[in-house]
Structures are given as structure tokens and as C-alpha cells.
């Protein structure tokens, strides 16, 4: 630990913690005393920090997301009671852009983390369980493979000469194969868990959304069923914003969200306007009413991330008849 001692400090009132994350260190700010320390990010250096903290009066902790690398201390401090807000390397990065901070160091990145919870107050964001950890790991593997298998089959249909084209057909069998253990396995942990099957089932029962919507819905939306409409069509990227400047109206867009769960939803969205016939009206009257396709398309998709919040929310399976 670098830093002087805490416990020579005077105690403050709403105190905000940022902690830029590496493979080895936890750089921390904490504003407002300015003061910057430095633990190992391992068992031993997160243990130390909660320690050092303790006297304080900590409102909100802010950290970047790192992958895995976060993973640890998100959990002990959470379980040492206080309230965590893990936020996206691109956000921060904007507000240190705003405040002129143009450099970039571990000790910056961790003042930036710092203000951003004062300023921005984002909401605490609870730890994963560990079974939710593992699929979500799972799923990420499943969709890196298949851009691999999709890069495969692009090589190979411009591939002439027989031994590459034979070498990348192995390939793709193994790809292939190794997709299926990965969906076999995270549909194991999906039934081992009550909660989660059930969850599944309610997934499962929507017109349009397959097997692999379910288990990216499963890993990646774990907010279904607490979220209002506007918020968990945000948290999809599919609700639309508005682009006006002055007396120019621009078209409505969508901006930011999930990749992923864009992903299937798409496709989700795809077979649902012919599979239901509810969605199946509801996007042809857009496309009547001079809406492009691509347009009436993603309004399905949120149609269809609303309507899974609130099947989850209120714990039944799709019927074409509401209740």
C-alpha cells in the first residue's frame, strides 16, 4: 500500500472512491481529500483496502470494468456493505475528456473513477452471482467462436487450392463442436439453478426467442423483471433517442446498450413477425404507416425485451391471451 495512513485523517462526510483496476495494482482516489493509494489486486491488498477504509464515511466506489480483473474486489466491498457502481472505460473516459484531463495514468483514471461518483452518481451495481458469472463467461466464449467459425467460412468459400480448404472444413467440425459443449454446458448450470430454469422457461415461452436468445437473455440482461420499460429498453439499446439541434428534427436513433442482447433480439425479432401474430400486425401497420423496415423491425425488438421484463416481472409463461 502507498498512501498515507488513513487513520491520520480527519473524518469526512460523503466521500467518494475511485479505483482504477489492473491485473496487479488498485490505483485509489478519494475525493475529497485527494488522497491516492496503491493495493495488490489479490486476496491480501483487497482485504488491506477495505481495512483502510473503514473509518470513512463512504457514499458510493466507483469502478472501471476490467473483465474478470474487477471481479474480486467488486465482491468484497460489496460484502463489506458498501455501495459499488461498476461503469464502462468509455464513460469515465468522456468526463475526463470534459474536465481537460487528457493524460492518462493509473492515478488520473482513479481520480476520473472519483469524480464520476460524485458528479454522475451512477446506480450501485450488485456483484454477479457466481453461477450467473460462469454462464455470462460462457456465453462471450459461444459468440467469439462463432465469429471465428463465420471468419472460417468466409476464407474457405474464397479458398481454390484442396489442402487449405480441407485444413479449414477440420476447423470448422472442431468450432462446431466445441459450440455445442459450450451451449450443452451453460444449459446445465441454467437447470441446476431453480430460479434460473424458471426464468429460462418464461424466456422460452416468447414466440421469436430460441434457444441461444434465451441463454444471452439469461447472461447479459440479469436486470429482467426489476427495470421499467424505458430502463430495460435502454439497457437493450433499443430505445430511441431523440437527434434535434435547433430547428432541424432529426430521425430518432438508437445508442448504446448491450451488443449481444441487440444480437438476438434481432433475431428473436426476425422470426417473431411471422411466428406472432400479435408482433406480426403490430409491424406490419408500422411498415404501412411509411416506416422502413429496419425501423418497424427494431420496435419489435423492444416490444420484445418489454414484454420479457414484464413476463419475469410477473412470473408466467407467454399466452397469446393476456391475463
Known amino acids: 500500500m502507498q498512501g498515507k495512513e488513513l487513520s491520520e485523517r480527519k473524518p469526512m462526510t460523503e466521500v467518494y472512491i475511485g479505483i482504477d483496476v489492473s491485473k496487479a495494482w488498485l490505483d485509489i482516489h478519494i475525493h475529497p481529500s485527494g488522497d491516492n493509494l496503491r493495493f495488490a489486486n489479490d ?7 477495505i481495512r483502510e477504509i473503514a473509518g470513512l464515511s463512504v457514499k458510493l466506489i466507483v469502478v472501471e470494468a476490467t473483465g474478470k480483473s474487477h471481479r474480486r474486489v467488486h465482491r468484497a466491498l460489496d460484502k463489506a456493505g458498501h455501495q459499488v457502481a461498476v461503469v464502462n472505460p468509455y464513460r469515465s473516459r468522456k468526463l475526463a475528456d470534459a474536465l481537460g484531463l487528457l493524460a492518462k ?63 479449414l472444413r477440420a476447423r470448422l467440425k472442431t468450432l462446431e463442436g466445441q459450440i455445442k459443449g459450450l451451449v450443452t454446458e451453460i444449459q446445465r448450470l441454467i437447470a441446476a439453478d431453480p430460479g434460473l430454469a424458471r426464468r429460462a422457461a418464461i424466456l422460452a415461452s416468447v414466440p421469436g426467442i430460441g434457444p441461444i436468445g434465451v441463454i444471452t437473455l ?54 417473431a413477425v411471422r411466428a406472432n401474430l400479435g408482433l406480426k400486425a403490430f409491424y406490419q401497420r408500422l411498415i404501412k404507416n411509411g416506416k422502413k423496415p429496419k425501423v418497424a423491425l427494431t420496435a419489435v425488438m423492444r416490444k420484445l425485451i418489454i414484454l420479457t421484463n414484464i413476463l419475469i416481472k410477473e412470473d408466467r409463461t407467454w399466452s397469446p391471451t393476456p391475463p
Not at 43 to 49: A, K, N, P, T
Not at 235 to 258: E, F, T, Y
Request: glycine share 8%.
Open 43 to 49: 486476496r491480501v491488498g483487497v482485504g488491506e483496502l
Open 105 to 167: 495514468t493509473d492515478v488520473i483514471d482513479a481520480r476520473v473513477l472519483a469524480l464520476f461518483a460524485r458528479h454522475i452518481d451512477p446506480r450501485p451495481t450488485p456483484p454477479l452471482a457466481a453461477n450467473i458469472a460462469e454462464i455470462k463467461e460462457l456465453v462471450a466464449a459461444r459468440r467469439a467462436m462463432v465469429a471465428d467459425m463465420t471468419a472460417l467460412k468466409n476464407r474457405l468459400g474464397s479458398t481454390e487450392h484442396r489442402l487449405p480448404a480441407r485444413q
Open 218 to 271: 439469461i447472461a447479459e440482461m440479469v436486470e429482467l423483471g426489476t427495470c421499467s420499460r424505458t430502463q430495460i429498453a435502454a439497457l437493450a439499446g433499443v430505445a430511441p433517442m431523440n437527434w434535434d439541434s435547433g430547428l432541424m428534427r432529426g430521425r430518432r436513433i438508437i445508442k448504446g446498450g448491450r451488443a449481444g442482447v441487440r444480437t438476438v433480439l434481432y433475431m428473436a425479432a426476425l422470426t
